[in-house]
Each structure stands twice: as C-alpha cells, then as structure tokens.
C-alpha cells in the first residue's frame, strides 16, 4: 500500500531498493560480523568475557562522559576533538561487548549488555565515572585513563583470544592519539595562566588516588604508566601528586567508596543517572534494534 | 551449491564483483572508492555466482561509516544481480592510513585534502609521548607551499585534522596519519 501523504508512512513501506538504502536495520548490527567466533582451544571463556566485559564498560561510560562535553567544551575544536575521542571508545565498547556476549555463550549481544544491565552489573573503574567537572579534570581523567588503557591494550594485542588481540591492536593507535592530545593539553594548561595553573593542579591531586584502582586491576602497566606520567608532568612543569595512588578509598561520592569497586560492581552514586539516560530510549522500547 | 568446494564461479563472475564492490565510494570522503580508502580486504562468489562475500575493514573502531559503506555495498552488488551478499568484518591486521592507494592520495589532494604521511612505525616496547604539535612537513594542497600548521587535532571526521597554510592563508583538512 502506497501513502504518499503521509510522510511516515512513505519512510515505512516497501522501496524496490530493499533495506539497501537504509544505514541500519539492515541485519548488520553486529560489529564482529563475520569474524571467526570460535575461541582457541584451552582459553577460559569466562575469563575472557569478564575481561571484555570490564574494559567495554570503561570505554562505554568514559564515551557517554566524554559526549556530555558537546555543546559545553570551551572551543567548538576541542568540542569536537572530545566527541572524536568518545566516538572512537565507543566503538571499542562495542566490539568488546558483542565478543564478550560470544566468550559469554548466553546469547547476550552488545545491546542486551549495554542497555538491559543496571549498575551492579556494570563492571568499569570508577575513574571513568566520575562527573564531569572543569576542563581541566576533563584533561587530566583523559591523560590518566587513556595512558592507563593505551598501556593495557598494548598488552591484549598479543592476547591468545585473536579477536581480542585484534580488538586491543586498533584500540592501541586510536588510545596514542588520545593520550597525546591530553598530554598536550596537560602542558598547555600546566604552562598557561596562573589560572590554568591551579586548576590543572587541583584536577591532578583530586584524581590521582584513582590511579590506585588502575594499578590494583593491571599492576604490570604501572612503571610503563607512571614513567609516561612524570614526563607530561615535568613538560607541564607540575608536580607529581603527593596523594599515594594506593589509598584504599577516595571521596568519590558522599559516601566513600571502595577503590576498585568497579571491578566488582560496587560503584560511586554517580553511575545509576548515568546509566539511566544512556538506557533510556532503548528501555522505552526493548524489541527494537539500535 | 553442491559442488561449491570444488568448482569456481563462471569465468569473470568474481572480477565483476570485484570491480563493483571497489566502485563504491566511500561515505564520508566520497571523492574516494572503498579501494582507493583501502577498506575492501576480499571479494568472493560462490560456485553458483548468486552469492558474494565481502571483507571490509574499519579505518576507526568508532567510525560510523562503516554502517553506511556496507549498506552501499549491498546495494551495489544486489543491483549488479547478486542475490546474496555478504559483507564481513575483518579485524586484523588492523587498517592503517598507509592503505589508502598513490591514486586515492591524488584523488584527496585534488579536492583540496592533504594525503596522509607514512602511518608511525610501531615499534615494540611503551608506545612514545608526543608533547607538541607534530612539526611534519604537510604541504598545502591549494597552493603547494609546506608552510602549514595545525590549527586542530581533529576535524569534521576522526580521519581528519585541521591545518592551515600560511602562504595562501586558506585553511585545509588532512587525513591524519594512524
């Protein structure tokens, strides 16, 4: 039935180009399409699909408080550079949680697994999220999260899960990129304004014990990590933090939380209003495909 | 499909299917084909020469073309009379902006967008910092002169960045080197 009126209508019914001409819902929803899903023999499934699941929830909250800073960021450039970065994090949380549903094997696809878990089931660090404060706490989560996550990547692409090892490999350009940009941006504000100044320093102290939860996931990263730190800080002409990156507990909401929670699914206030307007539209309809 | 083991698709059947699936131009740069951007890793017909598989890979983990590029690549080849089509993804190696072809470099450069310089070498060990605009020579491709800056790390795309030269004072993208 044709209805040229009505412009819904018209959008809904049969194009002799098929769904073609559609971007999505074309059945090619699935990011690792066509790749092997077999895993290796001798690799535990489940500990790959916690690994995948924990380094995809990073990458989907760090994204979703990245893309909070479009229509806010001080320049339109930097808006969209932060956008950029997100978009790229992004699509390393899909391809993470559409292999960590197959390491799974319950069915569960990327959507089912962004979309349709409540934050007890959210397995990303607490650095990531955090609320968005000034500029300068944006650099400095960007410059701790993404030479933190560079450095762990860097490690997954010799991972024995190919798909993983794959995953990580793109992941470890795209994180270069980003780590120089906060890096670069540490130094500008570190060598900026006395105004710049403070707040680069009050950004750093207020996030550097975060870094204890880091470590205490990956500690092998930790030298590499540090090292890449002090060498911003120094070209920044700031000082390394005195706060002990292996405090136990850091004022992330009004209640304490546990460093390192996270991992576990215990974390700050701030993730459940998170969650709530990156689910909503889905939830408001759970049979349609995103 | 019995014999599809042992027998090939009819004579050309496979390098029509090829040429159409390079054909398609790429979404975002669409002064590019999907050859030229080097996405396209693999284009095969089954025995009977109804059905086509295409290996595509990403250019960014995030790249929202990539959608676009393999519902274009459906269509293309459905309309060239292929009834199954096929379009996977392949991950490894991953793609790098040394991919892109001598002729997608000159196709950028004429519409007014620098090529890319060579991908950065990884070497192994801790990936190094870079604490200050890169200083590479980029020349300008309006008016040729390589007395350029970056004003921004990233343009309208994640591929790009955004320069400006000094000789013509005309600002410009550049597909960035990943």
């Not at chain 1, 899903?37 to 995809?56: E, I, Q, S, T």
């Not at chain 1, 070209?235 to 136990?248: G, H, M």
Request: hydrophobic fraction near 45%; charge should be negative; charged fraction near 25%.
């Amino acid at each position: 039935m044709t209805d040229d009126d009505h412009v819904y209508l018209s959008l809904a019914e049969n194009s002799p180009e098929g769904d073609a001409r559609w971007a999505f819902g074309t059945g090619f929803e699935d990011p690792l399409h066509g790749v092997d899903p077999a895993l290796p023999p001798g690799v535990d499934a489940a500990a790959l699909a916690a690994r995948c699941l924990a380094l995809g929830d990073d990458a989907l909250v760090a994204a979703q408080r990245l893309a909070e800073w479009v229509t806010r960021a001080p320049e339109l450039e930097e808006e969209v550079a932060l956008a950029n970065i997100g978009l790229d994090l992004l699509g390393q949380a899909r391809l993470l949680l559409s292999r960590a549903g197959r390491a799974e094997g319950a069915g569960r696809t990327e959507d089912d697994l962004a979309y349709f878990r409540g934050p007890a089931e959210f397995r990303n660090v607490l650095l990531a999220e955090l609320p968005n404060g000034d500029f300068a706490e944006c650099v400095a989560r960007l410059l701790l999260f993404s030479s933190w996550r560079l450095a762990v990547l860097q490690r997954l692409a010799g991972d024995e899960d190919p798909v993983l090892a794959a995953i990580a490999s793109k992941g470890v350009q795209e994180l270069t990129y980003h780590r120089d940009h906060a890096a670069q941006w540490t130094v500008r504000l570190g060598d900026g304004t006395e105004e710049s100044r403070q707040r680069m320093l009050r950004a750093l102290d207020e996030l550097w014990p975060y870094l204890g939860e880091l470590f205490a996931e990956e500690p092998e990263v930790r030298d590499e990590v540090e090292c890449a730190l002090r060498q911003v800080l120094a070209a920044a002409e700031l000082p390394v933090p005195t706060v002990t990156p292996s405090a136990s507990t850091v004022a992330a909401s009004t209640v304490a939380v546990e460093l390192g929670g996270g991992r576990r699914g215990r974390h700050s206030e701030h993730l459940a209003p998170l969650l709530e307007e990156l689910q909503s539209v889905a939830r408001s309809d759970p049979e349609a495909t995103w | 499909m019995v014999n599809a083991a042992v027998s090939d698709p009819p004579a050309g059947v496979e390098a029509r299917a090829r040429e159409v699936a390079a054909s398609v131009a790429d979404p975002e740069l669409p002064m590019l084909t999907l050859a030229d951007l080097g996405v396209l890793r693999d284009v095969s017909v089954s025995a009977d020469g109804a059905a086509v598989s295409v290996g595509l890979t990403p250019t960014y983990s995030g790249c929202p073309a990539v959608a676009e590029m393999r519902a274009a690549l459906d269509g293309a080849l459905r309309a060239a009379g292929f009834a199954e089509v096929e379009v996977r993804t392949v991950l490894s190696p991953p793609w790098t902006t040394d991919w892109i072809t001598a002729e997608g470099r000159a196709k950028l450069a004429a519409h007014g967008i620098a090529p890319p310089g060579p991908a950065p070498v990884r070497a192994s060990g801790p990936v190094p910092l870079t604490l200050s605009p890169v200083r590479a020579v980029v020349v300008c491709p309006r008016c040729g002169s390589a007395d350029t800056e970056e004003t921004s790390r990233f343009s309208a795309t994640a591929c790009t960045a955004l320069r400006r030269c000094r000789a013509c004072r005309e600002p410009f993208d550049q597909v960035k080197e990943l």
